[in-house]
Every structure is written in C-alpha cells, then in structure tokens.
C-alpha cells in the first residue's frame, strides 16, 4: 500500500536550466497539492490539482513554474530557468475527497531541489 | 500578520516531562485544524486532528477555542522520540492546508 511517491529526492540543476519534479499520488486518490518549503520557514502552499485540472494556483509564482495532472501518469511540477531563489523542499500531497468534508492530506517524502 | 501563528521554540525539555504548544489563527472561516509533525529534512506527518471538544491520543491532547481563534497541543510523559518539529495547520474551504511556521520540541534524557 504505496503511499505518496515523489521523484526524484534530490535534484542539482545549475541556474538557467530546467527543474521537473514528478508526483504519484497514493492508490485511491485524486487530489493532489504541492507545497514549497524554503529553508528555515513554514510549507507554503503552491497548487492544487485534480485530473486533467488546476483548480487551485494562487500560491504559484505567476513565471517559470507550471503544474499538470495529466489523465495518465504522474503529476508533474515543472520550473524553467531556475534560480537560486528556487532552493526549496517541494513537498507534494494527495488527498481522497474534498466538498465539505475534512480533507486529510497525505504527504510524500519531497524533493529537494538545490540551483548551482 | 500571518494566518496561522506559532512561536518557534525551541522548546527543550527532559524526558518524562510535560509540554505545551500554542497556535493562534486569524481566519474565523476556518473549517478544519490539525497538528503535524515534521522530523529534519523529512515530509510532515499527520499527528493528529483538533476538535473543538477537544480530543486525545494516549500522550497527546489537541484542542480548539474558537472564540479565542487558539488551538493547543499537549504533550504528556515526552520520550526522545517526541523530539521533532510541530506544525498547526488550518484548513479552509479553499481546500489547501495553510501552516505555522512550525515549533522545535528537543527532549534531552
């Protein structure tokens, strides 16, 4: 019973290059969100998707970063021309069910992306 | 000021003792909160949910003052494996968990 799977852990991409962070979400669920926690401070909120849908993206920075969750596959995180500024723990989580009732998020281990 | 507000600690107390960790929220539309708890350079993990009627899991009591917008969690008995990050979280109908900053407990024996 595989939980939340992030890939890879740890990410090096030097400044300018391309950052893709994939996501699979625990048996079951459709729901997924990813969260951006920078050194020292809090998980901040950055997306929230469900299949083939963003639903939620006030928490993206409005260039370089896209999301997607696609009908098959993984969801995926991308950053282009990525800075040092993009140094974080990204931390994906899934989720069975909203509307209404407690939304019980469950998170994957993370990646941790490091710019050169 | 933020959503959701912790005082980071570090709290270092020794084994067997009992602590105490506050968490103040702004957002009086907030449906749901929940106590997480993060080890170094590891994903968060549910610790537990907060109800208003407040709720308990063998050392643990979590609890919530709507009128006051406060939430708490108590620790009783802290073994060396409590030692961790603790994060309130707040969720609201917007579906995304919006977290503290996080309090640092260290048990020293």
């Known amino acids: 019973n595989a939980g939340v799977m992030q890939n890879p852990r740890h990410l090096v991409r030097r400044r300018g290059q391309e950052a893709r962070l994939r996501c699979s979400p625990m048996?079951?669920?459709?729901?997924v969100y990813w969260y951006r926690q920078l050194p020292e401070e809090g998980l901040k909120f950055m997306v929230y998707?469900?299949?083939?849908?963003?639903?939620?993206e006030s928490g993206m920075p409005k260039e370089r970063f896209s999301a997607e969750f696609p009908k098959e596959g993984p969801s995926i995180l991308r950053i282009q021309q990525v800075v040092r500024g993009d140094s974080a723990a990204y931390f994906c989580?899934?989720?069975?069910?909203?509307?209404?009732?407690?939304?019980?998020?469950?998170f994957g281990a993370g990646t941790r992306l490091s710019v050169l | 000021r933020k959503e959701v507000e912790q005082d980071p600690g570090p709290f270092n107390v020794p084994e067997g003792a009992t602590v105490a960790f506050n968490c103040t929220y702004s957002?009086?539309?907030?449906?749901?909160f929940f106590w997480y708890r993060q080890d170094c350079r590891k994903e968060p993990k549910l610790l537990m949910s907060?109800?208003?009627s407040g709720n308990e899991d063998g050392r643990f009591t979590a609890q919530l003052n709507r009128a006051s917008q406060y939430i708490s969690l108590l620790i009783r008995d802290s073994k060396l494996s409590d030692s961790a990050t603790y994060l309130c979280?707040?969720?609201?109908?917007?579906?995304?968990?919006?977290f503290g900053t996080g309090t640092r407990l260290q048990v020293f024996p």
């Open positions: 048996k079951g669920h459709s729901h």
């Open positions: 998707l469900q299949k083939e849908n963003i639903i939620d």
């Open positions: 979280v707040g969720f609201y109908n917007t579906d995304k968990l919006i």
């Open positions: 957002n009086s539309a907030s449906q749901s």
């Open positions: 989580a899934s989720s069975l069910m909203t509307s209404g009732l407690v939304n019980i998020q469950y």
């Open positions: 907060v109800y208003s």
